[in-house]
């Protein structure tokens, strides 16, 4: 372990020890100034200021940018409430790197420490990730649809979760968490794909019977909305995004049955119309008939016809 790592080690260790004051006590100032007068009696004697070049200097803040970021999406993605324990350790290490860019180490150490973080973070987000993942597959029960996936997701995740220790290898720890989450994400995809699959060939046939009634042109409207969403459905589709395309497949569907339920109850109150007017004539017509016969017409001449 070099020396540089030491330092970051018990930097770490003050920044938990400060974290845990606060979270279990109100802390006691003489407390928390007596960690911070160790932390700089240790950092000032570390190595010789070798100073940081404009280069290093905006890589670090390149890497910081990106560690805001990771850690913004993070919450995004419920990892402070899914894993709160592990989500104050990585704060107490980006807190540590903070406090060791103000160290006299050489500048490779500072650009390690804040990549560490960053995997840190970026592990955080794919666990959570997983972890919703992993729930939707669940909930949907779609394990069926890749059981080896869905045992290599629970493995990885698992992995993954058990990697916030000071000394575990962090690149790795965002790898595994990282298929972790690809896992279930493949059984969510394959489910979803032929779920889309299946809708989407339920939906040509019911077009066709929406085309054989003319509903098109009862309904043009009605027609051509159900068209769009139906084509944003093939759009997804081809782009791989199998749930989008099966919502809308799904939406497509209900608005072309209710087109057609709609249509048809207008053709049917429509022939009923024609049947109600057809019986009236002929009943008109019989009527006629009979009283032409009790009480014949006279012709012109007045004679009976």
Do not use: W
Not at 161 to 168: N, Q, R
Not at 224 to 242: D, I, Q, R, W
Not at 250 to 276: F, P, Q
Request: proline share 1%; aromatic share 10%; glycine share 4%.
């Amino acid at each position: 372990m070099n020396k540089g790592f030491k330092v970051f080690t018990f930097l770490l260790c003050a920044s938990l020890a400060i974290m845990f004051f606060s979270c279990k006590t109100t802390p006691k100032v003489d407390d928390i100034e007596e960690v911070v007068e160790v932390v700089e009696d240790v950092t000032e004697d570390v190595v010789e200021d070798v100073g940081l070049d404009e280069n290093i200097l905006s890589e670090l803040e390149n890497v910081h940018a990106k560690i805001e970021a990771a850690r913004k999406e993070a919450i995004k993605n419920e990892a402070d409430s899914l894993y709160p324990e592990s989500f104050q350790f990585v704060d107490a290490e980006y807190e540590a790197h903070k406090m060791f860019t103000n160290t006299k180490i050489v500048a490779s150490e500072h650009i390690a420490s804040a990549q560490r973080v960053l995997n840190r973070y970026e592990a955080l987000n794919f666990s959570a990730l997983a972890t919703k993942a992993k729930k939707r597959v669940d909930g949907f029960q779609f394990k069926s649809y890749d059981e080896a996936a869905y045992a290599l997701g629970v493995e990885k995740l698992s992995e993954a979760e058990k990697g916030y220790l000071a000394d575990f290898d962090t690149e790795t720890q965002r790898t595994v968490a990282e298929e972790a989450y690809f896992a279930f994400r493949s059984i969510l995809n394959k489910a979803f794909k032929d779920l889309a699959t299946t809708k989407r060939q339920e939906l040509i046939a019911l077009r066709a019977e929406v085309d054989a009634i003319k509903a098109g042109a009862a309904d043009k409207a009605g027609y051509n909305s159900a068209m769009l969403v139906f084509t944003a459905g093939e759009a997804n589709f081809a782009e791989g995004e199998y749930e989008d395309a099966y919502s809308e497949y799904l939406d497509a569907h209900d608005a072309l049955s209710e087109l057609y339920e709609r249509v048809l109850e207008k053709r049917a109150a429509a022939l009923r119309a024609m049947e109600e007017a057809r019986e009236k004539s002929e009943a008109v017509d019989k009527f006629a008939l009979e009283a032409d016969e009790i009480a014949p017409l006279e012709n012109e001449d007045g004679n009976e016809e």
